[in-house]
């Protein structure tokens, strides 16, 4: 199986690089750079997946040129665009059927899967990845904490403290997730990849009241029961996936009526768990 992706929408990206996750033969394009004709010719894919960036008129095009190509459309459809067999959207249709599409989609491909290493083991790392200024000064109680408690700063934001260790690869971050007993994710922006990447990871916006602080009294508290005892993280692993692009996967070969490949994306989604 061969399917066409256009790759400005988020949503789109994260299918695609599920599917490659999966084997399947998944080709990205931008439509703005070229034609769906003749993005379409040089792939002949089985499924074309656009939305609302997608030229409207070259789609209909398509379908004068190709009566049998399948649409899929992710977002919010609209008459200017051909009646896709399926839409990923919020939104149900008369006309076709749809399935719900998370507001975000989580690529399963920045998660990373590392080793423990006796050389960058630490109690508890942060992140600073995405922290501006005005972040960092409405936080500074829960910065404040994590300084108290010896907590290791690594990420392309400088923080001006001892503990700030650098900027580190994406090899190195993945032992040093791997070696921390807990990971704070303070923005509340990581925690499915810091789960996903084996962390115990306690997050401002965790789904799971276990994993969560609202505050910094809540935040020692948590971190003082983790390093005492390690949690059993598989429920929030499985939330992590949920709104995967290996889940609209599933999704879509449901639909389509092909178990075989349902069957291998469920073992694929079971390897992250």
């Known amino acids: 199986m061969k399917i066409l992706i256009e790759s400005r929408n988020n949503a789109s990206v994260a299918v695609h690089n599920a599917l490659v996750q999966g084997g399947v033969k998944s080709f990205?394009?931008?439509?703005?750079?070229?034609?769906?004709?003749?993005?379409?010719?040089?792939?002949?894919p089985d499924i074309v997946i656009i939305n609302n960036q997608c030229n409207p008129m070259q789609c209909k095009a398509l379908i004068e040129l190709e009566s049998r190509v399948n649409f899929i459309f992710i977002g919010e459809w609209n008459e200017a665009f051909p009646a896709p067999i399926l839409c990923l959207d919020q939104k149900v249709y008369q006309s076709f059927p749809s399935v719900p599409l998370p507001t975000s989609v989580f690529d399963t491909s920045s998660v990373?899967?590392?080793f423990f290493d006796p050389k960058t083991a630490c109690e508890i790392?942060?992140?600073?990845?995405?922290?501006?200024?005005?972040?960092i000064n409405l936080h500074i109680d829960i910065i404040n904490l994590l300084i108290t408690k010896?907590?290791?700063f690594f990420g392309s934001?400088?923080?001006?403290?001892?503990n700030y260790l650098g900027?580190?690869?994406?090899?190195?971050?993945?032992?040093?997730?791997?070696?921390?007993?807990?990971?704070?994710?303070?923005?509340?922006?990581?925690?499915?990849v810091l789960a996903l990447s084996g962390a115990v990871v306690l997050s401002k916006d965790s789904p799971i009241e276990e994993f969560s602080f609202k505050d910094a009294e809540e935040l020692g508290s948590k971190i003082e029961g983790f390093l005492e005892s390690r949690p059993n993280t598989s429920n929030l692993k499985i939330l992590s996936m949920e709104r995967s692009g290996i889940d609209i996967c599933i999704d879509i070969f449901r639909f389509l009526k092909m178990q075989?490949?349902?069957e291998h994306f469920i073992k694929v989604r079971q390897s992250f768990l």
């Open 28 to 44: 990205l394009w931008d439509n703005s750079s070229a034609s769906i004709i003749d993005a379409y010719d040089q792939v002949k």
């Open 112 to 114: 990373l899967r590392g």
């Open 125 to 135: 790392s942060v992140f600073t990845d995405g922290m501006t200024e005005e972040f």
């Open 150 to 152: 010896n907590a290791r």
């Open 157 to 162: 934001v400088g923080l001006p403290v001892p």
């Open 167 to 192: 900027d580190v690869s994406t090899g190195l971050r993945s032992k040093i997730i791997a070696s921390s007993d807990v990971c704070v994710d303070v923005l509340g922006s990581s925690w499915e």
């Open 260 to 262: 075989n490949l349902v």
